[in-house]
């Protein structure tokens, strides 16, 4: 009950292109949900983040969409560039609790 | 931008020798975290610290591993007797409070031989 699933494990885009990530969580006591973007040698850095009351939220090229019915959300990278070649972990963070739950993460090439 | 350090970047131990990580967390953070992330696999916590105790542990953080802040700026992991298994990438983190963004060190690589 604590994972959390991330898919897809690796995904190619041409730059320009939309890049998307899905994560699912079964425990409901997930409050708040980030996601990270690592380069390599590098620790994950915070790229955006939501928490439940809010179905969307976009920063820039960055989207995340949240369906709490479904207990799923999803980061959308719009006009993805070259820059953008990374891993993407998917976090969830319980109410009032300090331990981030790792997805499994995402390795983005972004083809130019 | 503030950030968290980590020193060393990389750290090679013979197995059962001791070994500490240091970390200097955003100064004006209250919460303190180590994960660590083995080759190719998802980040893991480990340890969560606050108001100089452990406020939450994983089950990989057994009596081999000892959190501790010495002064004002420093947070350090200790693995006392070091297994080829605890080799892996070792992240410290920090956050203003809790359910906020926590913001991650470049890492210690640790090499247990």
């Known amino acids: 009950q604590q994972q959390v699933k991330q898919s897809p494990q690796s995904l190619i885009v041409q730059k320009g292109g939309i890049s998307i990530i899905n994560c699912a969580y079964e425990?409901?006591?997930?409050?708040?949900f980030p996601w990270y973007q690592q380069f390599p040698g590098k620790g994950p850095a915070l790229l955006i983040a939501i928490r439940p009351d809010v179905s969307e939220k976009k920063e820039g090229r960055f989207t995340i969409s949240f369906n709490k019915s479904a207990k799923q959300f999803s980061l959308h990278i719009m006009d993805s560039q070259p820059g953008d070649s990374a891993t993407y972990f998917c976090a969830a963070i319980k109410a009032a609790g300090n331990k981030l739950t790792f997805g499994g993460g995402t390795r983005v090439l972004v083809k130019p | 931008e503030p950030e968290v350090t980590q020193t060393p970047s990389h750290q090679v131990t013979q197995m059962g020798q001791e070994v500490i990580l240091h970390c200097v967390p955003i100064?004006?953070?209250?919460?303190f975290y180590w994960y660590r992330q083995i080759l190719g696999q998802k980040v893991e916590f480990l340890v969560s610290?606050?108001?100089?105790?452990?406020?939450?542990k994983s089950e990989i953080f057994d009596d081999q591993f000892s959190v501790e802040r010495p002064d004002g700026s420093n947070f350090t992991l200790k693995i006392r007797s070091t297994k080829l298994e605890d080799s892996a990438m070792y992240f410290c983190?920090?956050?203003?409070?809790?359910?906020?963004?926590?913001?991650f060190g470049d890492g210690t690589r640790l090499s247990i031989l």
């Open positions: 983190a920090s956050s203003e409070g809790v359910v906020q963004p926590q913001h």
């Open positions: 425990n409901t006591a997930f409050d708040y």
């Open positions: 100064s004006n953070h209250l919460y």
């Open positions: 610290f606050y108001n100089n105790e452990i406020s939450e």
